[in-house]
């Protein structure tokens, strides 16, 4: 092995001091900036010739010259400064801190520059025009521009992370600008309350995820999910506002005043002559949950449902092109088609709550088009159940025409009843799967089969002496009327709690009507052979079934600081008095057939009704079962065809 020779003092290196080191350590060390290329390669030793260009031998006894015996050019090396080796960052608990408060920092800063320093001016578009008749431009209209975002405050205020209800001046400015075109619109009935302005996005975007869940219940009007509530606040704004509404049924104090305002709104609309899809939507949607929040005092259900079809007439509705292979249907048209069926829908189920009112809208062939259109475009989920809901509405008003006539022949009633008890199975084979998906299907079917033994069941037969069979089959309806109403309310129990919240007034009133039709089977149904309704045992049906229902409906939250009652809670005070009524009411009416009066030994007509207690929701005051035979309010009568909608607003 070749030793190294002893170099002289000068030549060698001296040793680095400390400070020296931690530098190379922080800055990195440099190399040997006096090797050439060649000598690196080779990794020898390189000392620098007095000739430029070549370097000398190391002065070693052995050695030889490298470039100049190569007799090659020696380049000089560049010397690069080596890179530091990453050292691992401690985050300390001060540097911790101080990160924290730098975010805090910074949320503060953009919390505060998305305030708007003024209120913008509304600019809201109406959809007024037909939908057939929109541009795409108009379909897909941008979102106005924001405001630029102002210097950040030198000293910003501390924020609360996830507020629930911000104050307005945090409003993003869609909503801002939303309630201050709801301001505006009803400036002439008075200003908009306050509370609503403290409705957060967030919440809003909420409240339209709850509505698509509740839409299955009546697929009329639907929002697509790629479509969000700014959206909906700048191009539907009585469509969002009616969602919002019907959408807040945990509140209700928040739904009572979004109803009363949405009122405002709609009777400004009207007075201004509009006639859009936005208004008809939202009032649809308005209508189909009104029971959560029915006030007796305004406007009827009627009559919002009239506007409904008058706006439907003025925007032709009825004659909308059809789609084809030729023409490409837009989106707004299946919208339009929808809001026009969801009329025919409203007016045909809430007409068969009061007989004899007008029918509203009568079936058409553009119904059946229509809905068979939408299906077949499979836009929607929901719109597979379009054919089978608008066939089950129509079979409502065949029933309707063909026992228009309280009198009618037995042989004639015999057969009629034949063809549509087939007509209705026919109905139900068809729709079985689409029942399984969809509730209101199967509840609006039941219900239509129950209206068919309802109606038969008070005709009456002129030639019932002459027809040995008459007795026979009047006794058979009667039965078959009792195990519709069995099969329907049995069917109500499968629902989950939740579910109910989401039936519509149509679904909802179906119940009710089932309910009352059993009560008139048990007070108001003549005696006859085979038939008594002790032996039936109708009054412990309604019992049954009224409990399991009480006990399944949503109960309201116990620590409510406002106490009121909701829906569900009417629902559980008026049937308890029904369930006392009937079982104490058995073969104690009087010849008039009022269910609240009887006849005493002095032939003196007596009311039971007085000195009536508060009634709690399970029958019993001061923790006492009432006294027998009940005592209620005189105006409660079971037999009155207004009984229904007196229990939805609660004035029993």
């Not at 560049?78 to 920092?105: I, S, W, Y």
């Not at 950040?152 to 307005?168: E, F, I, K, Y």
């Not at 707004?332 to 045909?348: F, I, M």
């Not at 029918?359 to 159940?385: I, M, P």
């Amino acid at each position: 092995m070749i030793g190294l020779p002893h170099q002289p003092a000068s030549d060698e290196p001296s040793t680095p001091s400390r400070s020296t080191v931690a530098m190379e350590a922080r800055e990195g060390r440099i190399g040997n900036a006096f090797a050439c290329e060649r000598c690196r390669k080779h990794k020898v030793r390189c000392v620098p010739s007095e000739t430029a260009g070549i370097c000398q031998s190391s002065g070693l006894t052995r050695a030889r010259l490298r470039c100049q015996k190569a007799r090659v050019e020696c380049i000089e090396h560049v010397a690069r400064r080596r890179p530091a080796k990453p050292r691992p960052v401690v985050q300390t608990p001060n540097r911790v801190a101080e990160m924290e408060k730098k975010l805090d920092k910074l949320s503060a800063i953009v919390t505060a520059s998305s305030m708007p320093n003024s209120v913008p001016q509304p600019t809201l578009p109406p959809v007024s025009t037909l939908p057939s008749q929109l541009t795409e431009a108009a379909h897909n209209a941008s979102t106005p521009t924001p405001t630029p975002i102002p210097p950040p405050p030198a000293t910003p205020a501390p924020v609360s992370r996830t507020p629930v209800l911000p104050n307005p001046g945090s409003t993003p400015e869609s909503a801002v600008s939303f309630w201050e075109y709801i301001n505006e619109t009803i400036s002439g009935l008075g200003r908009l309350d306050p509370v609503l302005r403290s409705i957060s996005v967030i919440h809003m975007q909420s409240l339209l995820e709850s509505y698509r869940t509740m839409a299955d219940f009546f697929p009329f009007v639907i929002v697509p999910k790629e479509t969000f509530c700014r959206d909906l606040l700048q191009q539907r704004p009585m469509l969002m506002f009616a969602i919002l509404t019907v959408a807040s049924y945990d509140s209700a104090l928040l739904q009572l005043t979004l109803s009363r305002e949405f009122r405002k709104a709609v009777t400004a609309k009207i007075m201004s002559g509009d006639k859009s899809l936005d208004l008809l939507q939202g009032l649809l949607v308005f209508i189909a949950w009104q029971h959560h929040y029915m006030d007796p005092q305004a406007v009827s259900i009627y009559m919002l449902l009239q506007i409904c079809i008058g706006i439907a007439g003025d925007l032709k509705l009825d004659n909308l092109p059809s789609s084809s292979i030729f023409r490409r249907e837009e989106p707004l048209d299946r919208e339009a088609k929808r809001a026009h069926l969801g009329c025919y829908y409203l007016s045909s189920n809430l007409g068969i709550v009061e007989p004899g009112r007008a029918r509203s809208v009568s079936f058409t062939g553009s119904h059946r088009t229509y809905a068979s259109e939408l299906a077949s475009a499979w836009e929607h989920k929901s719109d597979s159940v379009l054919p089978a809901l608008i066939e089950t509405c129509q079979f409502l008003e065949d029933i309707e025409e063909t026992f228009h006539n309280q009198h009618e022949q037995a042989l004639v009633a015999r057969s009629q009843v034949k063809r549509l008890s087939d007509k209705w199975d026919n109905m139900r084979i068809s729709s079985k799967q689409l029942a399984t998906e969809f509730k209101t299907l199967q509840w609006l079917q039941l219900a239509a089969r129950i209206y068919l033994y309802k109606i038969t069941m008070q005709l009456e037969f002129p030639d019932r002496d002459s027809s040995p069979w008459a007795s026979g089959f009047q006794l058979s309806l009667r039965f078959a009327g009792l195990q519709s109403i069995e099969q329907f309310l049995d069917n109500s129990l499968q629902l989950a709690s939740r579910q109910y919240e989401y039936l519509s007034i149509v679904d909802w009133l179906s119940l009710v009507s089932a309910l009352t039709t059993l009560g008139k089977m048990v007070l108001h149904s003549s005696s006859m052979p085979g038939w008594d309704p002790s032996d039936v045992q109708l009054a412990k049906t309604f019992e049954y079934f009224r409990d399991k229902l009480a006990a399944q409906t949503p109960r309201p939250l116990e620590n409510h600081e406002h106490k009121h009652e909701d829906l569900f809670e009417r629902f559980r005070r008026i049937t308890a008095i029904m369930k006392i009524a009937l079982r104490n009411g058995l073969n104690k009416g009087s010849p008039n057939g009022s269910t609240f009066e009887i006849t005493t030994s002095s032939r003196q007509t007596v009311s039971l009704l007085q000195d009536l207690p508060q009634l709690k929701a399970n029958g019993v005051t001061n923790g006492a079962e009432l006294p027998a035979p009940w005592k209620v309010n005189p105006a409660f009568d079971i037999s009155n065809h207004e009984f229904p909608w007196k229990f939805l607003m609660g004035t029993l």
